[in-house]
């Protein structure tokens, strides 16, 4: 019992041994942790300035970005006020010795006092028609637009020729027969016209040129194809097939003369050929004024539609010379009176066109506007395969 009284006094003390270290290693854990509270603090202290510096050295890669951007936004600003600017200031002002009327054409000369004659350069490119569907960003090219520049060239004192630089099919009937009565209107201000034919000059773009004084043409350009055509698309077939049936509702029988969703009727055959010889009739009277030089059984042979080159043209007098631009340009300035004639260029409308003629090229049709432009019948004078 006694050595059992003894074992649990040494246990005892023991633990109150334990207890005591256990108690010295918490103070001094405590100790320790505030010494590193304290030293954290004054790196803390001390070390603010190194640490202020590595923000301002990390903030740095972003001031330049932004310094950078704000740098290229203004001189995109500077670059646009100075577009808009050149693009809407006046023109230089004439001398008081020169007459200026529109200064629509311009031609850089060392002449500063004297107002250079020349010959306006018009090309008459594509498909003759008004622009219905086009990009806002397309280059204009539409038949008023054309028609313009032919109005703008017959008002200038300095333009005493125009020449009508052509390479198209043709085009719709109304369009065609602008342009033709505004050649005319400035042949009757005095200005003479030559008709340039590249590689196709057929049916409108034919049309247009029987207005000129004189006609050029390549030996094998394609021209021709004097008369009317008219289109209208089917689909009747298809409709019946997908199940589809259009009911249309008009005030009278011929409302939808030429509809694509029924067959058509012999009656509305024979009133849509009737308006195609009318048309036909304005081709060739247009032609037979233009020309009244070719014999009467070639009128009657050439006009039926057909094709021919530009040599048989020339062969039948359809055309009065065979040759190219420069041809084009030495007749035209032979009949202005000119003998070295300078080409005018007509000013830019601006930056409109510079910009806009990028989007040219990105003009297409959908499918709908496709099915709206083949339920919409057009009598056209137009070369088509």
């Not at 950078?68 to 230089?92: E, H, N, R």
């Not at 190219?324 to 032979?334: F, H, N, S, V």
């Not at 019948?377 to 088509?384: A, D, E, G, I, K």
């Amino acid at each position: 019992m006694s050595e059992n009284k003894e074992d649990l006094n040494q246990d005892n003390t023991s633990m109150t041994d334990w207890e005591q270290k256990l108690k010295e290693n918490e103070k001094t854990d405590l100790s320790f942790s505030n010494k590193e509270v304290e030293e954290a603090g004054v790196s803390t202290v001390f070390g603010s300035d190194e640490k202020h510096e590595q923000k301002e050295g990390a903030k740095t890669p972003k001031n330049r970005g932004s310094f950078w951007f704000f740098l290229l936004l203004f001189s995109f600003c500077i670059s646009a006020v100075c577009g808009v600017y050149l693009t809407v200031k006046p023109g230089m002002s004439c001398p008081k010795e020169s007459k200026c009327s529109g200064n629509n054409f311009s031609f850089s000369s060392s002449k500063k006092n004297k107002q250079t004659e020349g010959i306006a350069w018009i090309k008459v490119r594509g498909a003759i028609a008004e622009e219905s569907d086009s990009s806002p960003f397309s280059m204009p090219s539409s038949a008023s637009y054309i028609s313009k520049r032919i109005r703008d060239a017959a008002k200038e004192d300095n333009v005493k020729a125009i020449v009508l630089d052509i390479n198209s099919p043709g085009g719709t009937v109304a369009s065609v027969q602008d342009i033709h009565a505004e050649i005319l209107a400035a042949k009757e201000k005095g200005k003479k016209v030559v008709a340039l034919f590249r590689d196709v000059a057929a049916s409108g773009a034919f049309y247009i040129a029987m207005a000129a004084d004189k006609i050029v043409a390549e030996p094998g350009t394609i021209t021709g194809s004097v008369g009317v055509i008219m289109q209208s698309g089917n689909v009747v077939g298809l409709f019946n097939k997908l199940g589809i049936s259009v009911t249309p509702i008009t005030s009278g029988k011929y409302k939808d003369i030429g509809s694509a969703y029924r067959p058509m009727t012999d009656a509305e055959k024979a009133i849509l050929q009737d308006m195609v010889d009318d048309t036909y009739q304005q081709f060739l009277t247009a032609v037979k004024e233009g020309r009244p030089n070719v014999k009467p059984e070639d009128m009657a042979a050439y006009t039926d539609g057909r094709i021919f080159t530009g040599k048989r043209a020339f062969d039948l007098g359809f055309i009065d010379k065979l040759g190219g631009e420069e041809t084009a340009r030495l007749l035209a300035g032979e009949l202005a009176g000119i003998k070295d004639p300078k080409i005018l260029t007509q000013k830019k409308e601006g930056l409109r066109e510079l910009i806009f003629s990028f989007g040219s090229s990105m003009e297409s049709k959908n499918l709908t506007k496709q099915l709206q432009s083949m339920n919409t019948p057009s009598v056209s004078y137009l070369w088509v395969l």
